[in-house]
């Protein structure tokens, strides 16, 4: 028969299993029990601020809190970016919009934040094309690294089309296009979908692309982009973790 100081030692043992992988010994912490954030404390990886930006807290003439204006090959004066009052705005009676001072036909103009931090999920933003004669358009920039480094995705409708690059130490490189003849002056939404490398890019909800790159596969921040003299405007700036 087993000894009362035995029979406790076997509980204690048993216990002491539960909760741990059979095969290493160590603690079995799954998905089921931790649950997404604590996955992403366990791999370092950063989490996401889901922010949703319909621009009507923000004083008129000024900027988000936190944002900032830049530009790849500026020259003259820098692109002028406030939140403006806009009857035809889709929420609310403000946007984010840019008006141009001078202009360089090879300027990438970006009003972006580094406070909110992205790496997988989606990028969401309504964009109006009000003028341009070499370009219009415009749309969302994401996992930015700094001004010089970052994905992009716009719809142009001098061009009627529609492509995402990446932009890396200021040069642009095309990762794909497509067809897109869109009226001008009116908004159109582009969402973007990035997990990992995959990268899916949908014009007023239907998918346009599906892409594959690797140059920035860490978090960055987020932000608007346009290019040459494209005077755009927008609204509903939303990151999300889905």
């Given at each position: 028969?087993?000894?009362?100081?035995?029979?406790?030692?076997?509980?204690?043992?048993?216990?002491?299993?539960?909760?741990?992988?059979?095969?290493?010994?160590?603690?079995?912490?799954?998905?089921?029990?931790r649950g997404p954030e604590a996955e992403l404390e366990q791999t370092g990886s950063?989490?996401?601020?889901?922010?949703?930006?319909?621009?009507?807290?923000?004083?008129v003439g000024r900027l988000p809190a936190g944002w900032k204006v830049e530009a790849n090959h500026p020259k003259g004066r820098p692109a002028d970016w406030s939140v403006?009052?806009?009857?035809?705005?889709?929420?609310?009676g403000q946007v984010l919009a840019l008006e141009i001072n001078d202009y360089n036909r090879g300027t990438f103009n970006i009003c972006w934040t580094n406070q909110s931090s992205f790496q997988d999920g989606i990028v969401e933003v309504k964009?109006?094309?009000?003028?341009?004669?070499?370009?219009?358009?415009?749309g969302p920039i994401w996992r930015v690294q700094d001004k010089d480094n970052y994905y992009i995705a716009r719809w142009n409708p001098l061009e009627d089309n529609f492509r995402v690059y990446y932009v890396k130490e200021s040069k642009r490189v095309q990762l794909g296009s497509a067809t897109a003849e869109l009226?001008?002056?009116?908004?159109?939404t582009i969402t973007i979908h990035h997990h990992g490398n995959q990268i899916l890019a949908y014009?007023?909800?239907?998918?346009?692309?599906?892409?594959?790159d690797s140059t920035f596969p860490g978090a960055g921040?987020?932000?608007?982009?346009?290019k040459a003299d494209a005077a755009s405007s927008f609204d509903d700036f939303e990151i999300k973790d889905k």
């Open positions: 028969m087993m000894s009362q100081a035995s029979l406790l030692l076997a509980v204690f043992m048993a216990v002491s299993m539960i909760g741990c992988d059979t095969t290493t010994g160590e603690a079995s912490l799954g998905h089921s029990a950063p989490t996401l601020q889901n922010t949703e930006g319909t621009f009507d807290d923000v004083e403006q009052k806009d009857a035809t705005a889709p929420s609310g964009v109006k094309a009000r003028e341009g004669s070499v370009d219009q358009g415009g009226p001008a002056d009116q908004w159109h014009l007023n909800g239907e998918k346009q692309l599906e892409l594959s921040g987020v932000g608007i982009w346009t």
